[in-house]
C-alpha cells in the first residue's frame, strides 16, 4: 500500500541499504533504526504500519522488541515482520509465537520483500 510507513531495523547499513532499493520508488516512507532501543523508540513515536526487524541487533533483540510493541496499546496492531540468517523451523516458531506476522529468511530477494510488504 503507497503512502504507508515502514521502520527498517538492522545494524548492518548494507542490509538496510539492500530493503530499501527493494522498497523504493514504491511510495513508502521509509524510517530506519540500527539498534533495539532506536527501533523501540521509533516505533513508539512514529508509529510506523509496518516494521522489517532484524533479530540479531545490539541493546535489544528482534525478539524482545516484536513482545513490547505488542504490548503496547498505540503499537499493538502495528504489522512486524521478522527477518534473520536463521532458518531452522524453531527459530520460525519463537518469532511467530513473540507476535511477528511473518518471518523472511536472510538473504532476500527483492522480489519477495516487495511482495511481502505490499500484502
Not at 542490509?15 to 530499501?20: D, E, F, R, T
Not at 540500527?34 to 516494521?51: C, F, M, S, V
Request: glycine share 6%; charged share 25%.
Amino acid at each position: 500500500m503507497p503512502g504507508k510507513t515502514i521502520l527498517l531495523v538492522d545494524d548492518s547499513p548494507s542490509q538496510i541499504s539492500l530493503m530499501q532499493e527493494a522498497l523504493a520508488g514504491r511510495g513508502y516512507n521509509l524510517l530506519t533504526a540500527g539498534d533495539g532501543e532506536e527501533a523501540l523508540r521509533k516505533a513508539t513515536q512514529q508509529r510506523p504500519d509496518l516494521i522489517l526487524l532484524d533479530i540479531l541487533l545490539p541493546k535489544r533483540n528482534g525478539f524482545q522488541i516484536c513482545r513490547q510493541v505488542r504490548s503496547a496499546p498505540e503499537t499493538r496492531e502495528t504489522k512486524i515482520i521478522l527477518m534473520s540468517s536463521k532458518s531452522q523451523d524453531t527459530d520460525r516458531h519463537w518469532g511467530l509465537k513473540q507476535g511477528a506476522n511473518e518471518y523472511l529468511t536472510k538473504p532476500f530477494s527483492p522480489e519477495e520483500l516487495a511482495a511481502r510488504v505490499a500484502k
